[in-house]
């Protein structure tokens, strides 16, 4: 059986997943509380906190393992965590994923850059960084992420025998959907073998963040009658890129015959549209995307007849290139 290698003052080792709705962070904490209990002998819990329950919105799943003599009786968040793992980088834009952690936490994040560049993007104050490209990955091996991203976890926590993981992602998928274990083993081993590992300094150039409650604004004292949305043009303000699970869609203008169809489709008005001279009659011109309204939801992708658009990973796309200042 193996050891925790750290353990809090109740005897936990403790791991919080941030993520956001549609990338299987719940499934994911699933199998690491099936490995750790049923496969390696600990005790513990898992357990997910999501709101609205809808793909691009924020979920946070959290995982406790502690020696088999001792009894679980905390199911409050996991707020000082030694493992994070953040399945979406661009959580950070809208959330301090990174709170809680010390110098010893260990943080996996699914990115492209490399490592010193992705320490700069979480603004990671000390520990150990542990990139992995799982979209990357995922989209070769025709799997979703969350089993990459548990070869990486694996990797990091440094007690979780991999054999343990292997069974726990077999167990579970194999109920249901047999045929899809071998890409998410070749997958998840993937993801262990192919992270690039910084150690971070503690150089202060990041503050270290406590945890901290983040009550939502509004609430049944004092959420405008009827819930109406009392600040004007609140909607130019969103930016969904924290919704988007790592593929965007990509205009070729050349192929573009500006039929219109991704504009009624496009659930967020992301194309914009410029009013050109054309053959001495004024027309209407698709000039892109604006990614900062844009959740990935490629359902422009699906529409377009003319092999307009096209997906593409996050960190293939210029999403500054189309601003919102372009527009007004
Ligand atoms: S659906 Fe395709 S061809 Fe039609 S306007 Fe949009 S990008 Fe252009
Ligand atoms: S993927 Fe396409 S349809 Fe979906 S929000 Fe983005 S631009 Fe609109």
Redesign the pocket.
Known sequence: MSDLPVRDEYGFYEIRLESIGGLGANLAGKILAEAGILNLGFNGSSFSSYGSEKRGSPVKAFIRFCDSDCEVRINSPVTEPHLIAVFQENLKQILPVLMGMNDKTRVVVNTARTAPAARDFLEMPGGTLYCVDALKISREEKVKLNTTILGAVCRASGFLAKEALEQAISDTLGKKYAWLVPANLKAFNRGFEEVEILEVPDDGKYPFQPFRESPPRWGYGNAPIGGTITEIASTLRNDLSASREGLLPF?IRD?????????STCPDYC?VWREVEKDGRKTMV?TGINYQYCKGCLR?VD????Q??EARNESEVDTKKLSRVSIW
Not at 303 to 306: D, E, F, G, V
């Open positions: 205009f192929n573009c015959t500006d039929c219109t169809l991704c504009e194309y698709n422009c529409i377009c007849p003319s307009a658009i």
